[in-house]
């Protein structure tokens, strides 16, 4: 009998969830443009702002502060342009690219060895300049670390600076809400948390959550209160909301401990665990395995039946240096990791059977003896 494909690329695309097919499901049958006036138009707009109560209510945004978009980089783009029109931006190194090319201006901030952003470093350009829009991410998708959100957002408020959040990897893995990270805007895409492709949602707090108060970066028909146009991916956005709900309603602590397992196997077969140091998401880990290219993991995973992916892949389908592990110091040793993101419906065999084939695969490499692996 061949055994099943695993998947355990949640972070590039997760497992759609049930109650998310469901809501896309309920979302096709309606024929009607949330922005048409007939009965259809009203049915489409109510499962809209349905959609939009559950997002804004469940991170701590008003209903005004809901804007649609089409996916996280979309989402990001605009909030950088609502958000730092005024204002110089200043990037953390470990971004994605979503944010790190939104501002080709942007000042880049370094991070610790550890992949959290380095809070002198940050004080110090908040320090030296007019005021600023700072960009980081909540939990980086390569590492899963998580910056100290409420310490930058402290200094943010010290500064006079704003402060957006990339959200992405985050929004559904663990608690996050704008008011509690005091933070004035954040990204979300809904096929990070088990929603269909194709959605996401700037979130803005204070006076940017107020219609009016910045232009569309995407203009048109003037759809989400004039400030993204483009007609609403319904289905989409409905996923989205019932994705989030229920990624929310998750205990993801079963998912750690596989996400530890899988660690101790793999530092056993002579892997660095990437940012261990630092608090983490718990699906996520990058397994770095010192001199063996990412492809070479990549492609004898995949031949054992595994889909992980590299620190980064481009859209050409190439594996390419990580930027991220490079900003931590790991110099040649960036382009020798992967990535492991457990989906939501992970399973410990999901895990014992990743930990047996990354031992097997780093003894076929001569790096540890087989057999020497398994979760521990
Ligand atoms: N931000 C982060 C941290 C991501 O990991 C990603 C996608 O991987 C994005 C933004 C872009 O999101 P989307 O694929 O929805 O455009």
């Known amino acids: 009998m061949t055994e099943s494909r695993l998947y355990c690329d949640a972070n590039a695309s997760d497992v759609l969830r049930p109650e998310a097919r469901g ?74 690219d979503a944010v790190r090319l939104a501002r080709q201006d942007a000042t880049p901030v370094p991070v610790l060895c550890d992949g959290t952003l380095d809070l002198d470093a940050l004080e110090q350009a908040l320090s030296n300049g007019p005021p600023a829009l700072v960009c980081v991410m909540a939990a980086n998708n390569e590492t899963g670390v998580l910056h100290p959100l409420k310490a930058i957002s402290a200094l943010c408020r010290r500064h006079g600076a704003r402060l957006h959040v990339d959200a992405v990897q985050a929004a559904g893995r663990m608690p996050f809400d704008l008011a509690q990270v005091d933070c004035d805007s954040a990204a979300i895409s809904g096929h990070k948390m088990g929603g269909l492709k194709g959605a996401g949602a ?150 014992s059977r990743l930990a047996e084939a990354y031992g097997a695969m780093a003894a076929r490499l001569g790096k540890s003896p087989a057999g020497h692996s398994g979760v521990s």
Do not use: Y
């Open 23 to 96: 809501a896309a499901l309920e979302a096709l049958a309606c024929v009607g443009n949330p922005s048409s006036v007939h009965a259809e138009g009203r049915l489409a707009r109510r499962q809209l702002e349905g959609a939009r109560e559950i997002v804004a209510s469940l991170l701590g945004v008003t209903t005004e502060g809901c804007v649609f978009t089409g996916g996280g980089t979309e989402a990001n783009a605009l909030a950088i342009h609502a958000l730092g029109q005024d204002r110089r931006v200043l990037v953390g190194t470990t971004e994605h």
């Open 202 to 351: 700037a979130l803005f707090r204070g006076p940017f959550a107020v219609p009016g108060t910045f232009a569309a970066h995407v203009t048109g028909g003037g759809q989400e209160r004039g400030r993204r146009g483009g007609t609403q991916a319904l289905p989409a956005i409905a996923s989205m909301a019932a994705a989030l709900a229920a990624a929310r309603a998750q205990d993801w602590s079963s998912i750690g401990q596989m996400r530890d397992g899988i660690d101790d196997a793999a530092r056993k077969a002579g892997a660095v665990v990437a940012g261990s140091g630092a608090p983490r998401l718990a699906n996520t880990t990058s397994l770095v395995l010192p001199g063996v290219a990412a492809q070479v993991q990549l492609m004898m995973l995949d031949l054992a039946g595994i889909a992980v992916s590299a620190g980064s892949a481009c859209s050409s389908g190439k594996v390419s240096t990580s930027h991220v592990l490079e900003a931590m110091g790991f110099g040649a040793a960036a382009g020798q990791a992967i990535r492991v993101s457990l989906p939501w419906n992970a399973k410990p065999e999901t895990a």
